[in-house]
Nanobody, 127 residues
Framework: QVQLVESGGGLVQAGDSLTLSCAAS????????MAWFRQAPGMEREFVGA???????????NYAESVKGRFTISRNNAKNTVYLEMNSLKGEDTAVYYC?????????????????WGQGTQVTVSS
């Protein structure tokens, strides 16, 4: 069964750090584009960042401007898991964070580009 399970969300203070995990099962995530999206109340789900395999164990990451320099995506292929490290958190980072995967060769920036989704994990930043 193809599945993504996010974990690590919670309530933090502005300026704090938090790392989310996304455990994949039923497929080999190392071969997939792995992305993070988020959705705040009343808002559309938006792209946060993605990790794309460009050859062997080399990956390219790209991020939304709003998180660039603060958020980092990494992988542990042995654990079939992707991470989102979030630093210098702000109130506007409050959202449900979703992990997504697709076999695309480049990272889609919209939700329509991803075939596999997790259930989401809540991140609340208190300012």
């Amino acid at each position: 069964q193809v599945q993504l399970v996010e974990s690590g969300g919670g309530l933090v203070q502005a300026g704090d750090s938090l790392t989310l995990s996304c455990a994949a099962s039923g497929f080999t995530s190392s071969r997939y584009v792995m992305a993070w999206f988020r959705q705040a109340p009343g808002m559309e789900r938006e792209f946060v960042g993605a990790s794309t395999r460009i050859g062997g164990n080399v990956y390219r990451t790209n991020y939304a401007e709003s998180v660039k320099g603060r958020f980092t995506i990494s992988r542990n292929n042995a654990k079939n898991t992707v991470y989102l490290e979030m630093n210098s958190l702000k109130g506007e980072d409050t959202a449900v964070y979703y992990c997504a995967a697709d076999q695309a060769s480049t990272a889609p920036l919209t939700t329509a580009g991803y075939a596999i989704w997790g259930q989401g994990t809540q991140v609340t930043v208190s300012s």
